[in-house]
């Protein structure tokens, strides 16, 4: 068995603020990066982003801003997340970093000189919230993409291609000699089945937009978003140069994706075909998961039912929420998401079974023991060792579900066995020594649940390692001979590790619907004052891409000073003489230092997206427009 574990998660969008589908893979890639850590092995656990390409271009256009703006912003979110669901990654990687960069320009050249990338010309229907072409069976009746509802643009463009079929018969080759490069077993039979028919080339590089990683030696392309995002899992190693890259890419390292269901494709047919060319190692486990809806629909802004997992956890606890997600739904299958579900789950699982067992026993351990843990004559060691063996097995299989059932498990039968031995009975009748051998008992079966409960709720079983009197947590890979490790602790029972919640006080945790517009009255109208004006003169503003300095006759003594944020879309020459809509009775404000004496109506997103609206015909400068 290999020593050597590289984990990753795919690197996220950064058009969208982060929701529970991206929390889901990332705490699954935590819980088995912490418990390969745990059990000795040399891990590497990278996380990021994905910020290059037209889904992001337009994203970041719509809202005014440039992408790397937009790409800055979403990336502060998604490392304030992490932080808070205690996320221990090793690395981030941003695609729009240069060692990313370099990176994916070498893996080009290297393709290129295998002879895989070829230049042709493309036309096909594109759909930009999956950043690939469809094909008409991809598509529903009125040309849209089922994943996205929007409508597919047909696009006619220069391209290069990676002549994909001709890796088709060794990649499916590959996958027959190591079956576990996809997981779970139905997802491979699926690529597999859609590998039969011919993959044809693939499109790699686009012109229409620039906000990508460019061509080596072809400027006016630049690199087809997927194959930019896929060279994370790499260039993140410092590859094609690097320690890192020997250490955590080589084929003695166990090289784990994690992905959801809808990334499949990309990640078991380009990604492998890509490394094939460029003859590098392909990675040994795909682990595909399922997707979460949300009391039954799917998570959508416009029904109003994205869960935010910062707010989850700021309401109901971090580790609740891990416990929850990796526990709820067997991994690899789809799970629904309830407020219902999870406080079901974190009365029953965490405050009745594990949180009580700790309590009641820490309790009685301070009353009748002097809050010292006494020696034990007796153990659960076969209990333990065929409950451990689950575990692990589970872990080894990317079962985090399997592994935290054998867990709690375990917690019940711990439960069970106090129930059974009854120290209070026994301190009542006298035997003390059957007392403290169960205390004993039971206070090791809880050190050993934190043990292999710490991946999953690192900052919850540091708290119950506090209350055992230890300094952390017990490494899973060394938990010792029975009770040796607590005899003699001073233990503390304290507050409740995971306090009851009542389901009838229990804040709700979607982000709701957008709110209706919000009407003004036609008295609020009329206090808009618009006027016809012609622009006089303009001139860039200094230090400032987007604004123009505008001099406007709006029929007053003097022209007015404006400043106007349409410069990515016109030159100062284009708007002289124009006839423009101004809003003239706007507080006046300094911007950058030049006097704003009004506002310049246009429509469109902003930046480069922009047309002044003019009227029509020649009305003089002045004249009332209502
Ligand atoms: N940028 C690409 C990945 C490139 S990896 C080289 C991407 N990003 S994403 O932000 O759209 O999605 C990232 C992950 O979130 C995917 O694994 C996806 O399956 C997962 N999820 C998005 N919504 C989800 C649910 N509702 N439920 C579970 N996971 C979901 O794709």
Redesign the pocket.
Known sequence: MSETVYI?????????VP????A??TVAADALARWHRSSGRDVRFITG??EHGQKIERAASARGERPIELADRVVARFRALWEQLHISHDDFIRTTEPRHEASVQSLWSKMAAAGDIVEGAYEGLYCTGC?AYKTDKDLDAQGRCPDHGTKAELLSEPSYFFKLESYRRRLLDHIAAHPDVILPEARRNKVVADLAAPVGDLSISRTSFSWGVPVPGDDAHVMY??LD?????ISVLGWPDGEMYARYWSEDARRI???????LW??TVY?PCFLMSAQLPMASTVFV??????EGR??SKTLGNVVDPGRVAELYGADALRYFLLREVPFGG??DFSKDALIHRINSDLANDLGNLANRTLAMTGRWCDGVVPETRTDRMAEWDETFERIDAAMEAVQPHKALDAALAWVRSCNKDIDARAPWAAHKEGRFADRDDCLADTLEGVRRACAVLAPFMPVKMQALADKLGLAEPPAVNDQGEWGAALVGNAVTAGDPLFPRIDPDEAPEITTPAEPEPEYIEYDDFTKVELKVGVVLSAAKVEKADRLLHLKVDVGDTEARSIVAGIAEAYAPEDVVGRRVVVVANLAPRKIRGVPSQGMVLASGTGGADLQLVCPDGDPPPGTTVK
């Open positions: 990753t998660t795919p690197i996220y969008y950064v058009n969208d929701h529970l589908g991206h889901y893979t982003t994905d950043e978003v997927w995002a896929l060279t994370n899992y994706h994690l992905i959801g269901k809808d990334i990309f990640h990604w998961h399922g997707w979460w809806t949300i799917k998570m789809d799970g």
